[in-house]
C-alpha cells in the first residue's frame, strides 16, 4: 500500500473552539516551543512492537509511519462565540495563566470564523458568532467556503476536521438520513432533523476531508454521509472521545472479564463545570451522552454468552453540572462483583481527572491518523481508529469492539499492514510464527 509523505502545511480544523480544541492548540504550541511533552499522545509518545526479527522492534509510532510533523500543524475553526483563542483558553481555565501568557501571540492569532449552529439542538447555548443562510444547504456551502478560504490563506497542503463542539440532542437515523439524495434534499429544504454536526460533516466529507467526531451526536455515522465518504474517498471515524470515567471501564471491565468474575451493577457519576457539563444539564442532549456511554460494558462483558455472569448486571450512568469544579471532572464508580461460589465483593473509584488534558491528545493523533488514513488511500469508516472512542463507528453488520487492550492491538496491526510490516500478536510473533510455536 503507498503512503504518500506528508509534505506541506496539515491544516487541522475544529468546530467548537472551547475547552478541548484550545488545551490541545496551546499544548501543540507549547511543544513547538520545547516548553511540554505530548504526554498522552500515543503518535508522540507511543512505541509499536515489530516482528521480533526486525533490528529496532520498538520504534516510536512517529518513526514508524510518516506523520505530520507538529510544526506543520495550522489552526483554524468555528465558534459561537467569537472569543479568539488565548480568550476562549483564558475563560476555560485549563492551563496554567503563565503557559497561556507564553503563548499569547500565537493564540490570539486565531479567530474563530462564524459557526453553524441550532438552538433546538444545544438548548442551554446561546450562540452569538452564527452564521445565516436561506437554508442548510447555504450554510454547508459557506462552511466550504471557509474550508477553501482558510487552506488559501494559511498555505495548507492537506486538511483534517475533528469535531469538537458541544453535544447535541439525542436523535435516531430517519429517512432523511438513509441516502446522499435524501440528505442532500433534505438540506436544500431545511429538514429539522439534519444537525449542524451533520452539516460540517458534509461540507468537510464534500470536499474530500477526512472527518472525525468527538462527541456523542449521530453526525458522519448515517448511510447518506458514509455513501458520500466513498464516493469522494474521504476518510471518517467517530464518535464521543473516550476519556475519563469510559476510559477506565474499559481498562477494567476486560480484566473482570478475562478472569471470568461476575458483575451485578456498576453505578457510575460524574460532576463537572464547564461548558459540556454546562450542555449536558439539558436532558435531551445527556440523553445522547448517555447512550454512548451504555453500550461500553455490555459490549466488553457480553452477557449473551456469559449469563451466568453477567445476565444481571445493572448499570446506571449520572452526569451532573457543578460550576466549582469547572474542568476538573470527578468521576465516582460503584461496582458490585462477585467470585468463587458466588461470594459478593466491591470495586470503588474516585477519578479526580482534568477533561480537557486527557482529551487534548486524543484530537491530536486523531488529526494525524486521519490524515495518514487519506494519504494512504483510505476511504470511509476507520474502525481502526475505535481505540480513541466511546461509541466507535463500526462497518454495518460488523459487532463492536470497545476492550482497549484489543482496540490498540487493531489499530497497531492497522499501522504495521499499511507499512508492509507483518501483523503480529501481543508477543511480537508473526501469526506465521504463532501457529508454529503453539
Same mark, same amino acid.
Given at each position: 500500500?503507498?503512503?504518500?509523505?506528508?509534505?506541506?502545511?496539515?491544516?487541522?480544523l475544529?468546530?467548537?473552539l472551547?475547552?478541548?480544541?484550545?488545551?490541545l492548540?496551546?499544548?501543540?504550541?507549547?511543544?513547538?516551543?520545547?516548553?511540554?511533552?505530548?504526554?498522552?499522545?500515543?503518535?508522540?509518545?507511543?512505541?509499536?512492537?515489530?516482528?521480533?526479527?526486525?533490528?529496532n522492534?520498538y520504534?516510536?509510532?512517529?518513526?514508524?509511519?510518516?506523520?505530520?510533523?507538529?510544526?506543520?500543524?495550522?489552526?483554524?475553526?468555528?465558534?459561537v462565540?467569537?472569543?479568539?483563542?488565548y480568550? /476562549?483558553?483564558?475563560?476555560? %481555565?485549563v492551563?496554567?495563566?503563565?503557559?497561556?501568557q507564553? !503563548?499569547? =501571540?500565537? #493564540?490570539? +492569532?486565531?479567530?474563530?470564523?462564524?459557526?453553524?449552529?441550532?438552538?433546538?439542538?444545544?438548548?442551554n447555548?446561546d450562540?452569538?458568532?452564527?452564521?445565516?443562510?436561506?437554508?442548510?444547504?447555504?450554510?454547508?456551502?459557506?462552511?466550504?467556503?471557509?474550508?477553501?478560504?482558510?487552506?488559501?490563506?494559511?498555505?495548507?497542503?492537506?486538511?483534517?476536521?475533528?469535531?469538537?463542539?458541544?453535544?447535541?440532542?439525542?436523535?435516531?437515523?430517519?429517512?432523511?438520513?438513509?441516502?446522499?439524495?435524501?440528505?442532500?434534499?433534505?438540506?436544500?429544504?431545511?429538514?429539522?432533523?439534519?444537525?449542524?454536526s451533520?452539516?460540517?460533516?458534509?461540507?468537510?466529507?464534500?470536499?474530500?476531508?477526512?472527518?472525525?467526531?468527538?462527541?456523542?451526536?449521530l453526525?458522519?455515522?448515517?448511510?447518506?454521509?458514509?455513501?458520500?465518504?466513498?464516493?469522494?474517498?474521504?476518510?471518517? /471515524?467517530g464518535?464521543d472521545? %473516550?476519556?475519563?470515567?469510559?476510559?477506565?471501564?474499559?481498562? !477494567?471491565? =476486560?480484566? #473482570?472479564? +478475562?478472569?471470568?468474575?461476575?458483575?451485578?451493577?456498576?453505578?457510575?457519576?460524574?460532576?463537572?463545570?464547564?461548558?459540556d457539563?454546562?450542555?449536558?444539564?439539558?436532558?435531551d442532549?445527556?440523553?445522547?451522552?448517555?447512550?454512548?456511554?451504555?453500550?461500553v460494558?455490555?459490549?466488553?462483558?457480553?452477557?449473551?454468552?456469559?449469563?451466568?455472569?453477567?445476565?444481571e448486571?445493572?448499570?446506571?450512568?449520572r452526569?451532573?453540572?457543578?460550576?466549582?469544579?469547572?474542568?476538573?471532572?470527578?468521576?465516582?464508580?460503584?461496582?458490585?462483583?462477585?467470585?468463587?461460589?458466588?461470594?459478593?465483593?466491591?470495586?470503588?473509584?474516585?477519578?479526580?481527572?482534568?477533561?480537557s488534558i486527557?482529551?487534548?491528545?486524543?484530537?491530536?493523533?486523531?488529526?494525524?491518523?486521519?490524515?495518514?488514513?487519506?494519504?494512504?488511500?483510505?476511504?470511509?469508516?476507520?474502525?481502526?481508529?475505535?481505540?480513541y472512542?466511546?461509541?466507535?463507528?463500526?462497518?454495518?453488520?460488523?459487532?463492536?469492539?470497545h476492550?482497549?487492550?484489543?482496540?490498540?492491538?487493531?489499530?497497531?496491526?492497522?499501522?504495521r499492514k499499511?507499512?508492509?510490516?507483518?501483523?503480529v500478536?501481543?508477543?511480537?510473533?508473526?501469526?506465521?510464527?504463532?501457529?508454529?510455536?503453539?
Open positions: 500500500m503507498e503512503v504518500k509523505e506528508p509534505t506541506g502545511r496539515l491544516g487541522v475544529i468546530p467548537g472551547g475547552a478541548v480544541a484550545t488545551t492548540i496551546a499544548g501543540v504550541e507549547a511543544i513547538k516551543k520545547g516548553l511540554a511533552q505530548p504526554i498522552g499522545s500515543i503518535t508522540q509518545m507511543g512505541n509499536i512492537h515489530l516482528n521480533r526479527k526486525s533490528g522492534n520504534p516510536k509510532i512517529k518513526d514508524f509511519v510518516p506523520l505530520a510533523n507538529l510544526q506543520d500543524l495550522v489552526f483554524g475553526g468555528w465558534d462565540y467569537e472569543d479568539n483563542v480568550e /476562549a483558553a483564558s475563560r476555560a %481555565k492551563l496554567e495563566p503563565g503557559l497561556l507564553a !503563548l499569547r =501571540p500565537e #493564540l490570539e +492569532a486565531l479567530k474563530p470564523m462564524k459557526a453553524v449552529f441550532d438552538k433546538a439542538y444545544i438548548k447555548l450562540g452569538t458568532h452564527i452564521k445565516t443562510g436561506a437554508n442548510k444547504m447555504k450554510l454547508a456551502e459557506a462552511l466550504m467556503d471557509d474550508i477553501a478560504q482558510f487552506q488559501d490563506s494559511r498555505d495548507c497542503d492537506r486538511l483534517v476536521m475533528v469535531w469538537c463542539g458541544s453535544t447535541e440532542k439525542y436523535t435516531e437515523v430517519s429517512d432523511v438520513h438513509e441516502t446522499l439524495e435524501a440528505f442532500e434534499k433534505g438540506l436544500r429544504e431545511n429538514d429539522p432533523r439534519i444537525a449542524p451533520m452539516i460540517y460533516a458534509y461540507a468537510a466529507i464534500k470536499l474530500g476531508v477526512p472527518f472525525l467526531n468527538g462527541a456523542p451526536n453526525t458522519c455515522d448515517i448511510p447518506a454521509l458514509t455513501e458520500l465518504a466513498k464516493q469522494t474517498e474521504t476518510p471518517i /471515524a464518535k472521545f %473516550k476519556t475519563g470515567q469510559t476510559l477506565m471501564k474499559t481498562i !477494567l471491565a =476486560p480484566g #473482570l472479564q +478475562a478472569r471470568a468474575l461476575g458483575v451485578k451493577g456498576w453505578f457510575s457519576t460524574n460532576i463537572l463545570g464547564n461548558r457539563g454546562y450542555v449536558l444539564d439539558e436532558p442532549n445527556f440523553r445522547t451522552k448517555e447512550v454512548s456511554k451504555l453500550s460494558l455490555e459490549d466488553i462483558l457480553r452477557p449473551d454468552l456469559s449469563p451466568e455472569l453477567y445476565s448486571l445493572y448499570h446506571k450512568i452526569i451532573n453540572y457543578y460550576p466549582p469544579h469547572g474542568d476538573n471532572k470527578e468521576s465516582w464508580d460503584n461496582i458490585d462483583i462477585f467470585g468463587w461460589l458466588g461470594y459478593s465483593m466491591q470495586i470503588k473509584i474516585n477519578f479526580l481527572c482534568r477533561d486527557l482529551a487534548a491528545p486524543l484530537v491530536l493523533d486523531l488529526a494525524l491518523f486521519g490524515d495518514l488514513a487519506k494519504r494512504s488511500g483510505l476511504s470511509g469508516i476507520q474502525e481502526w481508529l475505535s481505540f472512542f466511546k461509541s466507535p463507528q463500526t462497518i454495518p453488520g460488523f459487532r463492536t469492539e476492550d482497549i487492550f484489543k482496540q490498540l492491538h487493531n489499530l497497531q496491526n492497522a499501522l499499511l507499512m508492509g510490516e507483518e501483523l500478536n501481543g508477543e511480537g510473533l508473526t501469526y506465521a510464527e504463532e501457529e508454529i510455536t503453539a
